[in-house]
């Protein structure tokens, strides 16, 4: 595999990302953070990394806006519809089916990397619509994790632009008008019932210890930021973290590799869907 390598002074401004605010982009891949690094020397009028890291030494306040840059999220609400059919028609279904004969009411699912929260949103919408009633029957906690501190105030506040909503089909379209409020000025609210059941916060999928005994997992367009190893250190994470039979969600683009591969087994190869294997 070819080995990609970094500017020093990209390393030296990572670096300094890492002492100010504790955030180890080491193994991250070197060729995504440089272009995010060199949108902000353009925006700065630099003309090189080396000239960016001297601007950071005289304008501490160009921190923050570097830090939005690196920790920038793509994220919509059904994001991929193929993906979110699957998980409406298969792995919900199959999920509460398999609660049902094991007599447990706990769901513990866990949207990492979730931005402003529209992935977890949305799968908690398919839950609801899928239970009904019986809802209010299990311990649901739809949990979104995410080291962009700005996204997860909004996931929290849970208000949205109508935008956000514009490429969604009939369907989902007619879910969000029963989920959220429309609150006038082209923004939506979630719905005051809805909240309860969402844990957003801060986690560094790298640094953190991994959250436990999950029934899905949501790891969806991170892994192109990360090289092999990594990918694996935290495959083997998401392993551990997951109950017998659980669910991995990763993104279009992403795939399992090596000897990862044998502890999870595929169940819907276009969503890129994969079980957890062995005990």
């Known amino acids: ?16 990302v890492r002492r100010e605010r504790g955030l180890d982009f080491s193994q991250y891949r070197p060729a995504i953070l440089g272009r995010r690094v060199m949108a902000r020397v353009a925006l700065t009028k630099r003309d090189d990394f080396e000239q960016y890291y001297a601007y950071l030494r005289f304008h501490p306040e160009e921190m923050d806006y570097l830090m939005d840059s690196l920790t920038i999220n793509v ?4 994001r991929d519809s193929y993906v979110f059919d699957t998980i409406e028609k298969k792995v ?4 509460f089916e398999r609660k049902k004969a094991l007599a447990s009411n706990l769901v513990h699912i ?9 992935e977890a949103y949305s799968v908690l919408m398919l839950i609801a ?6 809802l209010a029957n299990y311990n649901l906690k739809i949990y979104g994790t995410d080291i962009d501190s700005t996204a997860l105030a909004k996931a ?31 923004r939506y609210w979630i719905r005051e019932e809805w909240p309860a059941y969402m844990d957003f916060r801060y986690h560094d999928i790298i640094a953190d210890v991994a959250l436990e005994h999950m029934d899905i997992i949501l790891c969806r367009n991170l892994f192109i930021y990360f090289n092999r190893d990594l990918q694996n250190q935290v495959l083997e994470r998401f392993w551990h973290s997951l109950n017998n039979g659980g669910f991995l ?29 062995g005990g």
Not at 92 to 95: N, S
Not at 110 to 118: A, P, Q, T
Not at 172 to 180: G, K, P
Request: include cysteine; hydrophobic fraction near 30%; charged fraction near 35%.
């Open 129 to 134: 619509e899928h239970l009904g009633s019986k």
């Open 75 to 78: 994220t919509e609400f059904f």
């Open 249 to 277: 969600i990763l993104g279009n683009v992403e795939t399992l590799y090596g000897s990862i591969k044998e502890k999870f087994v595929e169940y819907d190869t276009k969503a890129k869907i994969y079980v957890k294997a």
């Open 156 to 186: 929290n506040e849970g208000a949205y632009e109508a935008a956000q909503f514009k490429r969604l089909s009939e369907s989902r379209r007619q879910l969000v008008d029963r989920y959220f409020h429309d609150i006038g000025n082209k």
């Open 92 to 95: 919900i279904p199959e999920l």
């Open 1 to 16: 595999m070819k080995t990609e390598k970094k500017n020093p002074y990209l390393d030296k401004i990572l670096e300094r």
């Open 110 to 118: 866990w949207s990492c990397g979730s931005s402003s929260g529209e």
